[in-house]
């Protein structure tokens, strides 16, 4: 049996928002607040894992679909151990690194700068980063534009750059939220690729992706998830995407045959087709 | 795979999907299983043990728990060289998008110290009583401003980094010495103007010099450690940022930045005097100023035998507008607060309780920076 990699124990994550509604947000209010000891009236929490637990193990790729707010993001956040759990736990082998559409590293800097300090910072030496620098370039494929500073990128380059650096190491567990959505076409299928060797080198990929193609492509697992629960879970990738698909209200997708090949699904009819 | 099976999950999938109340939780207690599918799907793959056994049986650590000091503090030796590129990359980066670019490191702290010198040397002439006080002044200036900017800019170092932290894994203390190491570099460029400043002022080049080193040295351990502590605190209070101003410039007030503390003249209530002498800041500058300034190493209080006519003629004459130097190192001859001669048994104190303080109380708190 595959050794496992993440395990996630019956996990609940509650968000504490502060300054959520409740009192107008005047000055008056807050004195009112503090003055009638209603402690942090203005907090408000959010459940948005409601009790997960699974298992991913060595050489899974693992998509986690389902609507904008389901907790999708978090779940990965949490897998990181960026999110300490309210209840329940993560357990995770090594070192979980998460790669958001949002981790532009650091802004005012070119992105020379950025590709060697996100080496040195994933614990690379001095050495190691020098080597490995050519080819993160040439896997990003800024190009010319790597001595400009990183918030002159476009979003697609940025995140390119970013996957690059990240992708340069190879990671015990990797989780990728929506990193590769702005990518062009051929940025795709080179990304693919790299996910595929990582997950070769004993590692697992976490992909949290609205593009479902995406996710076919990639994943050998599905979770399909909703306010913060588990609607459905398996390897059946292309039957749960359907069911998402058609929770959605929108009709199947025809699949090619390779595909549906990969993937092992046998073709089946649906209610609504 | 059975028709009921299939069912059972096309119903949790509608259910799913269906509901709309909107409510995405209630506030206050963790809802279990409210909706969750019922149905072997979600628990198929799952061993049958408990997971937390299964896990620690595969050598599976939890995610969001720190690591043991040992361990932290040997990650925190290996990403050094990640620490010195940072604070390198940041401090080239600070001043790119101005016009005299670099040159504001110098032009930044002489400006500081022209703005005080305008006011407090020609406008309010405190300088009564202390010999060479533009010396004396910028010294204290650049000194203090050391701990100020480190305080400020560690204050927010969470919260700035937050892209980074949330990338990448790397214990999370790199960033708050980066930024402390960030304001050394400064720190030397500030050094390198006072040299120039403290020269033109007529003062000798002596082996005492090699003492500001040492204080350095200090002054730097007690900042990082101040600076762990203070981004902790940044982090999880967002309030503190509006409040921090206020305390440095009280703290700037009671440390002899501007006037000096050892030649107040203070009758009763002599200890909060010494209190204020041992503060961490105004001993780092003392230690500073001492180092650099034979002026204040011979007008010391108490560096010299008590004699109350001396201490008096300091305390009249000495204090006029225009006073000869003479009077001016009078105050040698009077009593002192605190003992000099126990100044850098305090700065080591100071510096190890701040490191060892602040670094436990930012480590305390390490699996939460990502938090945001």
């Avoid at chain 2, 305390?247 to 501007?258: A, D, F, I, N, Q």
């Amino acid at each position: 049996m595959a050794k496992p990699m993440v395990v996630v124990d019956d996990l609940h994550i509650v968000y504490r928002v502060y300054g959520a509604g409740g009192d107008r947000g005047t000055a008056a209010t807050a004195l009112l607040r503090i003055m009638g000891r209603k402690t942090r009236g203005n907090i408000r929490e959010v459940h948005a894992i409601r009790g997960m637990s699974f298992v991913a193990y060595r050489g899974d790729a693992v998509g986690i679909i389902g609507r904008n707010g389901s907790g999708k993001s978090t779940l990965l956040r949490a897998i990181a151990g960026l999110l300490p759990p309210e209840q329940g736990n993560v357990y995770s082998t090594g070192e979980a690194s998460l790669l958001g559409v949002n981790a532009a590293l650091l802004e005012d800097l070119t992105g020379e700068r950025n590709v060697i300090l996100g080496c040195l910072a994933m614990g690379m030496t001095k050495q190691e980063a020098r080597d490995k620098y050519q080819s993160i370039v040439d896997f990003s494929g800024v190009g010319e534009f790597i001595d400009l500073p990183m918030k002159t990128y476009s979003s697609g380059m940025g995140s390119r750059l970013r996957f690059a650096i990240a992708a340069s190491k190879s990671h015990d567990v990797l989780l990728v939220d929506e990193a590769l959505a702005t990518g062009d076409a051929e940025f795709r299928v080179k990304s693919h690729a790299r996910i595929e060797e990582l997950r070769a080198e004993a590692g697992t990929v976490f992909l949290v992706a609205h593009n479902l193609e995406e996710v076919e492509a990639t994943c050998n697992r599905v979770i399909w998830m909703e306010r913060g629960q588990m609607v459905l879970q398996g390897e059946d990738v292309i039957g749960i995407i359907d069911k998402y698909i058609e929770a959605s209200g929108g009709a199947p997708v025809a699949r090619d045959p390779v595909t549906r090949e990969r993937l092992g699904s046998t073709p089946r009819v649906h209610a609504k087709a | 795979m059975t028709d009921d099976k299939r069912s059972r999950r096309s119903r949790a999938a509608d259910r799913a999907s269906t509901r709309e109340d909107g409510r995405l939780s209630a506030p206050g207690r963790l809802q279990q299983g409210e909706d969750v599918p019922v149905g072997d799907v979600l628990t198929a793959g799952l061993p049958a043990e408990p997971l937390a056994e299964y896990a620690a049986a595969h050598g599976l650590r939890p995610s969001a728990a720190r690591p043991p000091v040992r361990s932290y503090l040997r990650q925190l030796w290996n990403r050094w060289s990640f620490i010195m590129a940072f604070a390198t990359a940041r401090n080239i980066s600070m001043y790119t998008e101005a016009k005299l670019g670099q040159l504001w490191q110098v032009l930044t702290p002489l400006l500081n110290a022209g703005v005080y010198f305008l006011i407090f040397g020609l406008l309010l002439k405190v300088n009564r009583g202390v010999p060479n006080y533009l010396a004396f002044l910028v010294t204290g200036v650049f000194v203090f401003n050391f701990t100020q900017r480190a305080f400020i800019s560690t204050s927010t170092v969470i919260t700035s980094s937050l892209p980074l932290i949330r990338a990448l894994q790397f214990p999370r203390a790199a960033l708050p010495l980066a930024y402390v190491i960030i304001e050394l570099q400064q720190m030397f460029l500030s050094m390198a103007v006072l040299v120039v400043i403290v020269l033109s002022t007529g003062e000798p080049i002596t082996w005492y010099w090699l003492l500001t080193i040492p204080a350095l040295l200090l002054q730097t351990i007690f900042n990082v450690g101040v600076g762990l502590f203070v981004a902790r605190i940044g982090s999880q209070v967002n309030d503190f940022s509006q409040l921090l101003p206020f305390l440095l410039r009280t703290w700037m007030y009671v440390s002899g930045v501007l006037f000096s503390i050892a030649a107040l003249d203070v009758r009763t209530h002599r200890w909060i005097v010494t209190l204020l002498e041992i503060n961490p800041a105004a001993l780092y500058i003392t230690l500073i100023r001492n180092s650099l300034l034979l002026s204040q190493r011979q007008s010391t209080p108490g560096s010299k035998p008590y004699s109350a006519r001396l201490c008096q003629e300091w305390r009249t004459l000495g204090h006029r507008v225009g006073a000869p130097k003479k009077y001016l190192l009078d105050s040698a001859h009077c009593h002192y607060y605190a003992n000099p001669g126990h100044f850098w048994y305090f700065a080591v104190g100071w510096a190890v309780a701040a490191i060892i303080i602040g670094f436990f109380f930012f480590w305390r708190a390490e699996a939460k920076y990502g938090r945001g």
